[in-house]
Each structure stands twice: as C-alpha cells, then as structure tokens.
C-alpha cells in the first residue's frame, strides 16, 4: 500500500514511477488486514493500558499479545524502549504528531479516488465496537476522549440494545453494549491494493513482479538498484518502502530508529447463509479482535494479534486458534471452523509509534514506511506529503516529527 501510494502521488506531480517488488502485489502486510481506514482510531500504541495488559499478556500463551519467551537482545531492548514510552505524556506527544497524518487520510484517499483509472472505492459506513461486559466500553470511551483533546474529531453514539443486532448481526447475546463509530471507512484490502497497482500501470508506471532489490550503488548516472538475478534499474531517486523489512536495506542510510515486525493474523469465513450478512466492519476491542466484510466476496475477515516473532517466521496456527476461541462466544451465525485464507503479516512498527517519512543521509535515497497499525488508513497521506517533498524540495510540516535520520 506504502509503495504503491508512493508511486500515485509521485506520478500526479509528473514523476516517471518504476515499482520494484520482490514476490507481487500485495504480498506483504497489506493483503490480509482488517483494511480500516479509521483515522479517528489511528492513535499510538504505546499507553499505559498496554504496559498493563502487556504484563498479563506474556504470562498468557492463548492472549492476542504474544512475545516468545526467547533469547533476542535485539527484541528485549526494543520491548523495553517500547515500554518506556507507554505513559500519558508519551502518547500525547506522538498523538500529536499523528493528527496532521489522520487528518488527511481520507482526503488523500478522496484524491486517489479521482482517478478514473482506478477501478476500486472505499466503503463507508459505522464501524461496530462491541462489548460483552458493558463497562469494558469505558477503556474505549476514556481514549476517544484523549483522542478528541488530542484534536481529532470524533463521531460516536451508544446503540440501544434493541438495535445492535441491527447493525451487527452475527454478535451473539452475551454482547450486551455496543458504540457506533461514524465517519470512517474500509476495503478489502487485498483488492484495493490490486486495483491501486492497476491505476499506476494505467498512468504509465512499471510494476517489476519478483524483483528482489539487494542494495543500491551511486554513480554517475543516478542510483543503480541492483536486484538479484536481473540487470540493474538506473533511477535518479530511490524510495525504500519495503514494510516490515525496511531496516535490511535502509539502516546503512542512517535510519536508526528500530522498527520490528509486530505480526498480526487473519483467516475468511462464509458470510452468514441467511439474512444475517454483515455489512459493517466490527470490533471486540477487549478481545483486540476486527471483522471485516470483504465486499462482495461473499466472505468476513476475522483478525487480530500483535506476535514479535521474525518477520518471516512461519504462521504459527495456535495464534490463529486463539482468535477462534476468543471470537466464539462473541459471534453467532459464523462458521469459524470453516476457514480460508489463514495469513500472518508483518506490521512495520517503529519503537516511538511514528512512521518513517523522508529523505535518508544518502542523496536521492528516500524512505517510507514504519506506519505499524495504521499503514492502509495513513499511507496515502503521507504518500503525497512526501511527494510534495520530493518534487519541491520543501518539507511539509507533518513530514517533520517523521524524519527517517530522527
Ligand atoms: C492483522 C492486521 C490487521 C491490520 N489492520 C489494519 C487496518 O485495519 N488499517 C490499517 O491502516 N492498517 C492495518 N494493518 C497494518 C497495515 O497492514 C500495514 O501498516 C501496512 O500494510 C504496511 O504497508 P507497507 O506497504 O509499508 O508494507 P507491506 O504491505 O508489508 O509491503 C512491503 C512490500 O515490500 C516488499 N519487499 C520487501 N523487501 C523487498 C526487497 N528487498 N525488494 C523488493 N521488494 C521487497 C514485500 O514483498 C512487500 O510486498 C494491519 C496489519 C495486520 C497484520
């Protein structure tokens, strides 16, 4: 999603684009995600809630968080960097780096959608934050109010309990509170990013499928990305946007700050035979399970996880098993044995919950990733942000906080 945003909005300033991805389109964490694009939710990682939690959380094999209990310094210091910061003050200070970012994201989004080249759209409509204990609402209530003084607006009611069903028909009766969110969106992701990658072939950009970049050599004729097994593509800039596996080739460029792969699950199940079709995305924010409808698929995404596992470690399928178990009371009318699609993807998160947008200590050597949760709803905006960058020479102000040398 990251690189072929990138690539849109550089080519809506007049830039010739080259995408060079390794596998194919899509193949990285931006395929089976929940595809929220939620800048309302869009908030840091790190609060305290979460230090809270994460303590419970690694005495809990079955839990959504799950840290294995192995030898990485390199993953203990970042845990513990990472939990340095899950205080009051920390969040807002990266909150309000990010605001700029939520703010833009569904005009970036509107902007892209101006394409008559690209064949996809995002849904609209309530995202569901469902409840099995009512006062569990109130974690989610106190952080739409931190979310609000942070600046961003916020458009949410409770639903009586009479309606709930209404809205989110395969919860089951042990829900007994429910918050409607407004104003957000969602896609299929896996399709959306197939549909952006047409847009950018239709504009006259190349897309090289398998092409494995193994580093970059500067030269007289511009920066030569050499890849492995094919010839060389000469570009004059270069912009790294390789997901979860951006320290491989970013880090000698001087981009420091540490980023690991925070991976998440997912898996399909049939949409309800009868009448019950889901049509907005829902969420068990105590159980950090999402639901999505993936549009006329016929099928509903469940997901969930944060695992610090390699980035390319197998899918482990007791992770998998675990949001079965999790979903099971919460869900009626679902078969959750009956699945499809099981993934793990890698979500590039950066220690201080900020994304890593701009140019590196290398000339013409660019970078843009790190967004962690939040890559679907906050790539396009900080794509054209940083093509508007590239293309004057001016860093906006919301590219500040995210320089990738911080
Ligand atoms: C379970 C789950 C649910 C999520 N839900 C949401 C959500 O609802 N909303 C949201 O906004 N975000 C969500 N996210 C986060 C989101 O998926 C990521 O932030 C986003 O996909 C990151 O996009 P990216 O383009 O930076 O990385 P990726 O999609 O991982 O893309 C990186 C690409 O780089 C390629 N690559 C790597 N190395 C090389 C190389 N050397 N040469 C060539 N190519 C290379 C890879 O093959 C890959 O295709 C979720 C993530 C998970 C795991």
Redesign the pocket.
């Known amino acids: 999603?990251?690189?072929?945003s990138t690539a849109w909005f550089l080519q809506q300033r007049g830039v010739r684009v080259t995408v060079?991805?390794?596998?194919?389109?899509?193949?990285?964490?931006?395929?089976?995600?929940?595809?929220?694009?939620?800048p309302a939710m869009?908030i840091p990682l790190a609060e305290p809630a979460v230090l809270r939690y994460g303590v419970k959380a690694l005495l809990d094999p079955s839990a959504p968080l799950h840290v294995p209990v192995r030898v990485d310094p390199g993953l203990w210091s970042f845990l513990l960097r990472f939990a340095a910061r899950c205080t009051g003050r920390t969040w807002r200070k990266t909150m309000a780096a990010l605001v700029p970012l939520n703010v833009q994201a569904l005009d970036a989004y509107d902007e892209l959608e101006t394409d008559p080249g690209l064949s996809v759209r995002l849904s609209g409509g309530p995202i569901i934050a469902a409840f099995r204990e009512g006062d569990h609402a109130d974690g989610l209530l106190a952080e739409f109010e931190h979310i609000h003084e942070a600046g961003l607006e916020l458009d949410f009611s409770e639903v009586p309990v009479g309606q709930i069903r209404d809205l989110a028909p395969v919860v089951s009766s042990e829900v007994s509170r429910a918050i409607r969110i407004d104003g957000q969106r969602?896609m299929n992701?896996a399709e959306y990013v197939a549909g952006l990658a047409d847009a950018v072939r239709a504009r006259g950009g190349e897309i090289r499928e398998g092409?494995?970049?193994?580093g970059l050599r500067h030269g007289p004729g511009g920066i030569a990305v050499d890849l492995v097994g094919a010839a060389p593509v000469l570009a004059d800039a270069v912009v790294l946007?390789?997901?979860?596996?951006l320290p491989?080739?970013a880090r000698q460029y001087g981009v420091r700050t540490s980023l690991r792969a925070?991976?998440?699950?997912?898996f399909s199940v049939a949409q309800p035979e009868d009448e019950r079709t889901v049509r907005h995305p829902i969420y068990f924010p105590h159980e950090r399970i999402?639901c999505?409808p993936l549009g006329d698929t016929g099928r509903i995404r469940l997901?969930?996880?944060m695992e610090f596992q390699p980035t390319d470690a197998p899918l482990a399928v007791p992770r998998i098993e675990s949001i079965v178990a999790n979903a099971e009371p919460l869900i009626e009318g679902l078969d959750l044995s009956d699945r499809q699609d099981q993934w793990?993807?890698?979500?590039?998160v950066t220690v201080d919950g900020l994304p890593l947008v701009g140019p590196t200590n290398a000339p013409g050597v660019w970078v843009?990733?790190?967004?962690?949760?939040?890559?679907?709803?906050?790539?396009p905006a900080t794509a054209r942000l940083l093509a508007e960058q590239m293309t004057t020479g001016t860093t906006p102000a919301a590219l500040r906080p995210l320089a990738p040398t911080r």
Do not use: K
């Not at 999603?1 to 072929?4: D, F, I, N, S, Y």
């Open positions: 999603m990251v690189g072929l060079l991805e390794r596998s194919g389109v899509a193949a990285g964490a931006s395929w089976g995600n929940a595809g929220w694009i939620t869009a969602f992701p092409a494995d970049v193994r946007a390789t997901g979860a596996w491989t080739l925070g991976r998440g699950y997912s999402v999505t997901g969930g996880t793990v993807g890698a979500r590039p843009h990733g790190g967004h962690g949760m939040w890559g679907m709803c906050q790539g």
